[in-house]
């Protein structure tokens, strides 16, 4: 679907231009790090509170907010609009959540921008959220069973009964996080999906530790220079209120001997990937502000960029890892273009391997034509374009919000290089891919 929609008016049709006004992310802390005390409600509301400060737009303008997250909170069900209200967005504005695992930020941005394209609405709030600090522990079955029929229990020995019952039952918690990432469709962890590609396309531990090496030196070289100063906020975190600005997960000191250390996490006799050259998990939160380009022309509103194109695919869960491969095929036939016309790609690095698979997958004249029906490959993306601040490996994966921040971050790189075209791109487990075109104020000139 193409960022541009005839909508009816009274004299003339015309098209909309879908526009990001600007943006705003938290830092990104490891679980149990330094938001450990902040819920996904107070991440979401500190972001929207502090893009509605940034932005000379009034919160009364905003017609809608649309928020992704996968650890949906049971304290908080329906989290958008939770999160809207208690940041003083009005109630007469809808707010709804959407879930597309990895993708659930990006698709909250797509979803805006479909409901702008339409003519559905002018303003709309979009973003991610994720705590996966606080993912729950789950009681097993029994337990929860046998819990349940206390209350029915009318009598001593009725009681007694279910009492014999709770104590019989497992009382160890499952990890729900554990759970979370892993298909039930195939009964594999996301990282036993990496190990597959690893196999697959004969990628080595040394490459996987290189390119998480690489991850690192890039990020915290771009905090270095105050790349991401205008990016993130300030968080004044409790129980002490200290100051947290920088990616917690970043290791500017990180060495491929530190990493030669780390054992492997998933296949523990014969693996290559391990916590070193996967993402981290993270906490944060990251907000944007979309409308059309009429709109923010009539208000003299700024235009960070543009979203020109979007797309969804679908693969085959047990590689999970190269649907970006299949949504960045679907997206550059949908817009008539090819990779040479993009000057800058964001990859989720979800692990090191998937990142180096999908570039084998994208030079690769086999796989083009066994699975994506072409003649000649799509052409891997050139190493200085790619991800040239950081990513995942450093400085975390939210799963709710990494869509939102590659949408972002690359919005903010279009602009200051004045690059043109870019494209934000993810792996999303159960065997999908998510890509978003996007297009800088000299991609339009």
Not at 235 to 243: I, K, L, Q, R, S
Request: glycine share 10%.
């Amino acid at each position: 679907m193409v960022s541009t929609a005839v909508v009816k008016g009274s004299e003339k049709n015309h098209v909309r231009e879908i526009v990001v006004v600007g943006g705003v992310r938290t830092p990104m802390g490891k679980a149990g790090g330094a938001f450990e005390y902040l819920s996904a409600v107070d991440l979401g509301v500190l972001a929207v509170r502090e893009i509605l400060a940034r932005l000379p737009v009034s919160k009364d303008a905003v017609d809608a907010v649309i928020i992704g997250n996968v650890i949906q909170p049971a304290e908080a069900t329906n989290i958008a609009r939770v999160i809207a209200l208690m940041a003083g967005v009005s109630r007469a504005v809808p707010a709804h959540t959407v879930h597309r695992n990895c993708a659930s930020g990006m698709q909250a941005v797509t979803d805006a921008a479909e409901k702008i394209m339409v003519g559905r609405a002018e303003v709309v709030l979009a973003g991610g959220v994720e705590s996966m600090t606080h993912a729950p522990l789950l009681f097993h079955d029994e337990f929860r069973r046998a819990m349940s029929q206390l209350p029915r229990a009318r009598t001593v020995m009725k009681k007694l009964s279910v009492f014999v019952d709770i104590a019989k039952a497992p009382w160890k918690p499952r990890v729900s996080l554990i759970e979370g990432l892993t298909d039930p469709t195939i009964g594999m962890g996301m990282g036993d999906t990496a190990e597959n590609l690893a196999r697959d396309f004969s990628i080595t531990r040394k490459e996987q530790d290189a390119f998480a090496l690489s991850s690192h030196q890039r990020a915290a070289k771009a905090w270095e220079d105050g790349w991401y100063d205008a990016e993130v906020m300030h968080m004044f975190v409790p129980p002490h209120y200290a100051d947290v600005f920088v990616d917690e997960g970043i290791r500017a000191s990180q060495s491929m001997e530190a990493l030669a250390k780390l054992r492997p996490a998933f296949d523990r006799k014969l693996g290559t990937v391990t916590a070193g050259n996967s993402s981290q998990l993270t906490d944060g939160a990251c907000m944007l502000l979309l409308t059309h380009r009429e709109k923010a022309e009539a208000e003299g509103w700024p235009i960070l960029g543009y979203l020109h194109d979007w797309a969804y695919s679908g693969c085959d869960p047990s590689r999970m890892g190269l649907g970006p491969v299949f949504s960045m095929h679907k997206v550059m036939r949908q817009a008539g273009l090819n990779m040479a016309d993009v000057q800058r790609v964001e990859i989720n690095e979800a692990f090191a391997v998937q990142v180096l698979a999908c570039q084998k997958a994208l030079s690769s004249a086999s796989f083009a034509k066994k699975h994506l029906g072409l003649e000649q490959p799509l052409g891997a993306v050139a190493e200085e374009r790619l991800n040239v601040h950081g990513g995942a490996v450093a400085m975390g994966h939210p799963v709710g919000m990494s869509g939102t921040r590659l949408i972002y971050t690359l919005l903010r790189q279009l602009q200051h290089e004045q690059a043109g075209l870019g494209l934000a791109t993810l792996c999303i487990g159960g065997g999908q891919g998510g890509a978003v075109l996007l297009g800088s104020e000299s991609w339009k000139s």
